[in-house]
């Protein structure tokens, strides 16, 4: 991607532009929308955990966020589509009854998203990832990385493999343990490793998601040995992140325990449980099947280049 090819922009406060189609209106969301955003996307729970994430935990406007909420409506002013806008672009569109209809509400977010200069990762179902990448790169941008994501799903029964008392929420004293981790999957994932590129926001995100119980952790000796993230969690479906083992620990039958044992206690207050897994990960794709994971979709990761500020 030339450093060119995405104009300087700051991104817009209120978006109120038009689509690509007539009937389609792409306006900024607030607070007040709330309640109908969430309804919307609790249609699809297991495919909408991104979007429902940022909102449970930061809300429709925050700097957490660290991008804009938008939402696309018909000339009626029905809810078409959803999307966060921003350092990361996730979307969410419910026209699967009429393709054309579903594509132009993609077009019209791609067209609000091409302004924004700060974007860093484009991730979504596979369809409708390509689909999006045609009208916002449209033939003069490349992925500076791509990769096919699959989404696994669990639903009760689970077999329990061992039972792990010992993992709990992190606590803030073991920051240091949890930071690395995190950033060495990140790492491994958008070949960036956060703790070079702002180490300081990096850790303010890591202590915020522990502040909120969403990191789990098993340490043993104090040392790290198990380590996941919880997101999304509504009564529909938790979704999983940021799962980790310690090199030295692996091959133990530790992951396999633990997300067992995690998985277990998520599901006796949700449907479902999810995570996404590179293809390219055939010990991970092993490990959730084990567990008792279930391919649901395909997903794609693109990775933006960032223009230099």
């Not at 969430?38 to 925050?62: E, K, W, Y």
């Not at 993992?167 to 790492?187: G, I, N």
């Amino acid at each position: 991607m030339s450093q060119s090819a995405i104009p300087k922009a700051s991104p817009p406060g209120n978006v109120n532009s038009r689509g690509a189609s007539r009937s389609l209106t792409v306006t900024a969301l607030g607070e007040q929308h709330r309640s109908e955003v969430l309804q919307f996307l609790d249609q699809r729970p297991a495919h909408t955990f991104g979007l429902s994430s940022f909102i449970l935990s930061n809300g429709l406007v925050s700097p957490h966020n660290r991008g804009d909420f938008h939402a696309c409506r018909d000339r009626e002013g029905k809810l078409m589509g959803v999307a966060l806008i921003g350092r990361f672009i996730l979307f969410e569109t419910q026209s699967s009854n009429h393709k054309d209809v579903d594509k132009e509400v993609i077009r019209a977010f791609a067209r609000v998203a091409r302004p924004y200069d700060d974007g860093h990762m484009l991730l979504g179902e596979e369809d409708k990832v390509r689909t999006f990448w045609r009208y916002y790169a449209q033939g003069k941008m490349k992925p500076r990385l791509h990769s096919r994501q699959l989404l696994l799903e669990h639903r009760w029964p689970i077999e329990l493999h061992q039972p792990v008392p010992a993992l709990r929420p992190a606590t803030l004293s073991e920051l240091d343990l949890v930071a690395p981790a995190h950033a060495e999957l990140a790492f491994a994932e958008s070949g960036i490793n956060p703790l070079e590129v702002d180490a300081e926001a990096f850790r303010q995100r890591c202590t915020r998601r522990i502040e909120q119980g969403k990191t789990i952790v098993l340490i043993e000796n104090g040392r790290l040995i198990f380590k996941a993230e919880i997101v999304g969690d509504t009564p529909g479906t938790v979704y999983l992140e940021g799962v980790w083992v310690n090199p030295d620990e692996r091959r133990k039958g530790n992951g396999l325990r633990c997300v067992s044992e995690l998985t277990r206690t998520l599901l006796c207050r949700t449907a479902s449980v999810s995570v996404l897994v590179n293809e390219k990960y055939e010990a991970a794709r092993a490990l959730y099947s084990r567990v008792g994971f279930r391919l649901s979709s395909y997903y794609s990761t693109v990775f933006l280049q960032r223009e230099p500020r």
